[in-house]
């Protein structure tokens, strides 16, 4: 069943030109510039009920404005969305009572009480029946270790302690479409990992649907096996993580250990040498070519050991931002996997 | 399942919270009390001083001293209600919108407004309160009589009429943050308006009164606020001539119109709300 259906959709913003100096602030009472900023210039994208799907993509590539478009908070320029079959940002309470948006950045708990104080808010806010809400409250704050830190106020939790009590507060209506943004931003190796392994255990018992912005690869790769990546506010990949490299790879890694120990001064001519630290060297070689030069330097050189390898996938991601319409070409249809 | 939350619990959820969170910083909370107390009996000393030079404000006004602490006390009683329930909350709203914070409130099944409206209550604000209710008592125990069951029912719905338009031009005011990016005139424009509603209306006459007074009952309908409910306090001050019936129809009518519009620009407000980065 799909529960996401989005269509063409479009955001943009007038921003105003501010100029530094005086004189230019003072010229800007008067008369002001302003620049469109498209920050979502056309979506398409369609998600079933279950799937975990990250959205990946640089800093003001469109992800958390696609979220807020969904979650209802901005209305779009253009476009369609529908969540459940709602239109997100017609803000009906029957919508906002199915999903839930947590943002790593911002805090909706009440900092100088303790966040028990907070549950039991959005308990009547949400009509929470009251033995459902202490069941489930229970539930979330054992899973996540927090059960002994509700009576604290907010303001003495850790980031990461904080960061739970937030996911909590955001699941305690048990939503059925939960849009994470940065959930692990600034945590701890321990914490990120906690987080990891409670979202992953939630996601599959309750088969919800969850949209995850991060920066984190490793949240991404341990959580979802649908990655869409979006650069420049448009859509340039949908598919697999490890797709990504195959798409977007179009290099590998050739590592040899040359038997005589010194590595000959030719080895520039069939890659670029990316590291040397005899007997072994690092070629960078397109991905057509390895064939090729594989064969050429075992037929000129004493070869001990080699292997071929994909570039780092943060490498690849990292390029693919540079140049979002890089080596794939028109990247705009991705595969999707089964 | 109903579709609405019980807003009544919510409130009162609203109201403990805010209350452990006053308490939290006791201090604080103290002395907000203790310095609002003051500043109102310096405006009480204030008005003792002029009334040692005249017996009434404005010759055949009818606003002697006493019912004149009348007046002063409804003027306390409406802005301390306003105040514990709204300016916290509508002088946040303009932070909210300035940092995003919004966002939290929009997704929420439960009318923005009223979230927005309400949320932190401000119990300091109610010494003020308390106040008012003890010079009423004694500005009668001065006066020499006791108002009417009638009276007090009329003079406690206009108080909340007062309140009701007071508070829309509050949160028109802040939502118009939306639009500005950022607005921090609240306490300065609470400031300027409460100025002119807190003075008898027949002090606003000649050249420049009749203006003043006509802007400020039609147009930003602040004069009726204080004025209408003191009025029924008053013995002699009761509604006699056919303009002192209309101003208290006007005055329901003002607090419906200026909710209502209130609430169109809160709504236009949202529609244009745009979140801020991540």
């Keep these: 069943m799909t529960v996401i259906e989005i269509d063409g959709l479009a955001k943009s913003y007038r921003v105003y030109q501010k100029k530094e100096g005086i004189w230019p602030s003072i010229k800007g009472l ?39 478009l969904l979650s209802g908070v901005i209305t779009p320029t253009s476009g369609t969305a529908r969540v459940l079959g709602h239109v997100p940002w017609q803000r009906e309470n029957a919508y906002r009572r199915r999903f839930a948006l947590v943002m790593g950045q911002k805090n909706q708990l009440w900092w100088d009480l303790p966040a028990n104080e907070s549950f039991r808010l959005h308990q009547q806010i949400y009509r929470i029946e009251r033995r459902q809400f202490e069941r489930t409250r229970d539930e979330l704050t054992s899973m996540l270790g927090v059960r002994e830190l509700l009576s604290q106020p907010v303001r003495e939790l850790s980031l990461g302690e904080r960061m739970k009590m937030e996911l909590i507060a955001a699941l305690l209506h048990s939503p059925e479409v939960l849009f994470l943004d940065e959930p692990t931003i600034g945590l ?14 939630y996601q599959q018992t309750r088969q919800i649907t969850i949209l995850l912005t991060s920066h984190y690869m490793k949240d991404v790769a341990a959580l979802c096996r649908r990655v869409v990546v979006i650069s420049l506010g ?105 | ?44 000393a204030f008005y003792v001083l002029i009334f040692q030079y005249t017996p009434m404000l404005g010759a055949g006004t009818g606003w002697g001293k006493y019912e004149f602490f009348l007046f ?41 407004q009223f979230l927005v409206s309400l949320q932190r209550i401000d119990w300091s604000s109610l010494g003020n309160l308390g106040f008012g209710l003890v010079l009423i008592v004694y500005a009668y125990s001065q006066l020499g009589y006791a108002p009417s069951p009638v009276a007090i029912s ?110 169109w620009i809160f709504n236009r407000a949202l529609a244009s709300y745009r979140s801020a980065s991540s």
């Excluded at chain 2, 709204?86 to 409130?105: H, K, P, V």
């Design chain 1, 30 to 68: 008067f008369h002001r510039e302003y620049r469109t900023v498209e920050a979502v210039r056309g979506i398409d994208l369609r998600v079933d009920r279950g799937e975990f799907v990250a959205f990946l993509g640089p800093n003001g590539a469109g992800k958390t404005t696609t979220l807020k």
């Design chain 1, 188 to 201: 701890d190796v321990v914490a990120q990992y906690n987080v990891q392994n409670f979202l992953r255990h």
């Design chain 1, 234 to 338: 448009r859509i340039i990949y949908d598919g697999s993580l490890s797709g990504i490299i195959d798409r977007f790879g179009g290099h590998k890694v050739i590592s040899l250990q040359m038997s005589n120990g010194q590595p000959p001064d030719v080895m520039a001519r069939y890659g670029q040498v990316l590291a040397a630290e005899p007997p072994r060297i690092k070629l960078r070689v397109e991905r057509s070519m390895v064939p090729q030069v594989l064969s050429a330097i075992l037929a000129h050189c004493a070869v001990e050991d080699v292997s071929v390898e994909d570039p780092p996938l943060e490498q690849v991601i990292a390029e693919m931002f540079t140049h979002p319409n890089g080596p794939g070409g028109h990247a705009d249809e991705g595969e999707r996997p089964a």
């Design chain 2, 1 to 44: 399942m109903s579709d609405h939350p019980a807003y009544f619990r919510v409130l009162l959820l609203f109201a403990r919270n805010s209350l452990v969170r006053d308490m939290t910083f006791r201090a604080n909370f103290i002395i907000d009390t203790i310095s609002s107390l003051a500043w109102m009996g310096i405006n009480l």
């Design chain 2, 72 to 112: 002063l006390s409804t003027t306390l009683l409406i802005n301390s209600l306003v105040q514990t329930l709204f300016m916290a909350n509508a002088d946040e709203f303009s932070e909210l919108i300035r940092t995003g914070a919004l966002d939290f409130a929009l997704l929420k099944p439960i009318d923005t």
């Design chain 2, 154 to 263: 009329l003079y406690l719905g206009y108080v909340l009429c007062g309140v009701a338009i007071l508070y829309s031009l509050m949160i028109t005011l802040a939502a118009s943050s939306v639009w500005l990016g950022r607005n921090q005139t609240l306490y300065d424009f609470w400031f300027y308006i409460t100025n002119f509603s807190r003075y008898p209306r027949e002090i606003y006459r000649g050249k420049y009164g009749d203006p003043l007074r006509w802007f400020f009952t039609f147009l930003v309908p602040v004069l009726v606020v204080v004025n209408v409910p003191a009025r029924f306090l008053v013995r002699s001050l009761r509604p006699q001539t056919l303009e002192d019936w209309f101003l208290p129809a006007f005055t329901l009518f003002a607090a419906v119109a200026s909710l209502a519009v209130s609430r």
